[in-house]
């Protein structure tokens, strides 16, 4: 997939359709949101759910890090939904063949395994992140916070497209705001919320196998 490259706060981001950013500077694939173990919660909870859901994102993954070729890879919180289960050793068997890429996990509000699990899936664990005074937080910071630049997650944000007839299509988005950037979910077993932006701001729709700047 091609990958639509934003120039911004004097760095050259990468933004794919497969919901992740590459990072040129610092060679670092980024991403939020992955729920990784969601749809093995909810099955033990009774609750049907499409099978194959983490081979899917787990593949889709695997196609960045082919395409991209990073050194390391930030996950912007919530990278597991909840407790250890089977698709958290799945994991694991897929970390294997990525031993030299680094994993850099910024945590999030549902990532509340054992630190010892983080350890044996060679994560490295962060309650926030900052490279090139570029920050990394899970949840949204809401002005300056003393950073050039601040990414987050959590929020799965949408935007609503507008079309002939009163059509209304909401779709996944990359969000640049003035201080703070919001990235979209990874994970596709994941809900969204539409996003009030400002007409400033730069707001890259993904659409498809398309990245379309809506703003």
């Known amino acids: 997939m091609v990958a639509e490259i934003f120039h911004f706060q004097e760095q050259h981001w990468h933004l794919s359709p497969q919901r992740a950013i590459f990072w ?48 390391r890879i930030i996950i912007v919180g919530d ?5 250890e289960n089977n698709e958290v050793h799945y994991f694991k068997l897929w970390r294997q063949q990525f031993s030299r890429i680094s994993f850099d996990l910024v945590k999030g509000n549902h990532d509340i395994m054992p630190d010892a699990v983080y350890e044996e899936l060679q994560i490295n664990v962060h309650p926030a992140l900052t490279l ?14 003393g950073f050039t630049y601040t990414f987050s997650g959590h929020l ?6 507008h079309g002939a007839g009163r059509q209304r299509l909401r779709l996944p988005c990359f969000y640049f705001g003035r201080h703070c950037g919001i990235l979209p979910a990874f994970g596709h077993f994941t ?24 703003q």
């Open 156 to 161: 799965h944000p949408a935007f609503v497209m």
């Open 79 to 83: 990278m597991f939904h909840s407790r």
């Open 132 to 145: 090139r005074n570029i920050h990394f937080i899970h949840e949204p910071c809401e002005d300056n916070n």
């Open 24 to 71: 040129e500077e610092e060679k670092a694939l980024i991403l939020s949101d992955l729920h990784l173990g969601k749809a093995a919660h909810f099955r033990k909870a009774g609750i049907a759910v499409p099978a194959g859901i983490v081979q899917e994102d787990l593949f889709r993954l695997q196609q960045l890090i082919t395409q991209f070729l990073p050194d």
């Open 191 to 214: 809900g969204s919320a539409s996003l009030d932006s400002e007409e400033r701001d730069p707001v890259f729709v993904i659409a498809g196998e398309t990245i379309i700047r809506a």
